[in-house]
């Protein structure tokens, strides 16, 4: 069955380091999301992606983080300098329609 | 703004007791209420999609219904593999791939 999947499954990074954060979505869905969960707390919405463009972006998207499709295949989130209260479970989803599937997470921890 | 609550924040039950899980909503014009499964330091599992209410969704022994204001999943003769997080979101008709907002889970434990 088919799935999304995420590299890495745990980043460890210095505050004010850069990440990329690596998903490859199911094959044929068109549309791509980023949410992240802080620990003990709800998934938050953060970006939405289609057709190489920005859908949709949540109050925590700010001018840090950036989205990019590089190739058919991956899909990726950029944290330029990285913060404290960046640390998180990062998950990818996509979705051919309206339910959305999503992938492991990575573990990002910000010291 | 899209608020989910959802009812208890944990349950404890014994192998083979029913219960049911409460997620109440407020959306402005709802797409999908959705229930998802998480198991601890792992993605959200999707288990269903509502869309209207009167609807009910099945699987295995899990059962999702939706109202107006609501929706519940059933858990009927639960085994301790049913143990997990379960996730209820919405999805507003803001746009053909709109966000999920979620509510904060029912932690579920259910003992042999």
């Known amino acids: 069955e088919p799935e999304v999947t995420q590299t890495p499954s745990h980043q460890v990074t210095q505050m004010g380091q850069e990440v990329i954060l690596r998903c490859v979505p199911i094959s044929n869905h068109l549309y791509f999301y980023w949410y992240r969960q802080i620990l003990g707390q709800k998934v938050e919405f953060l970006v939405s992606?289609?057709?190489?463009?920005?859908?949709?972006k949540s109050e925590i998207f700010d001018d840090q983080f950036s989205v990019e499709r590089p190739d058919g295949s991956n899909f990726t989130l950029k944290i330029r300098s990285t913060k404290l209260e960046d640390s998180a479970m990062y998950f990818c989803?996509?979705?051919?329609?309206?339910?959305?599937?999503f992938g492991p997470g990575t573990r990002l921890t910000v010291l | 703004e899209d608020q989910v609550t959802q009812s208890p924040e944990a349950l404890r039950l014994q192998e083979g007791e029913s219960s049911s899980l409460n997620c109440s909503y407020t959306v402005s014009g709802l797409r999908g209420l959705f229930w998802y499964r998480q198991d601890p330091g792992k993605g959200p599992e999707f288990l269903f999609t509502l869309y209207s209410a009167g609807e009910e969704k099945e699987k295995e022994r899990l059962k999702a219904t939706l109202t107006k204001k609501e929706s519940f999943l059933h858990i009927t003769a639960p085994k301790p593999e049913d143990s997990a997080t379960y996730l209820c979101?919405?999805?507003?008709?803001?746009?053909?791939?709109?966000?999920?907002?979620f509510g904060k889970g029912i932690t579920l434990s259910v003992r042999p």
């Open positions: 979101a919405v999805q507003a008709k803001t746009g053909a791939n709109s966000k999920l907002t």
């Open positions: 992606f289609y057709n190489n463009e920005i859908s949709e």
């Open positions: 989803a996509s979705s051919a329609r309206n339910e959305q599937f």
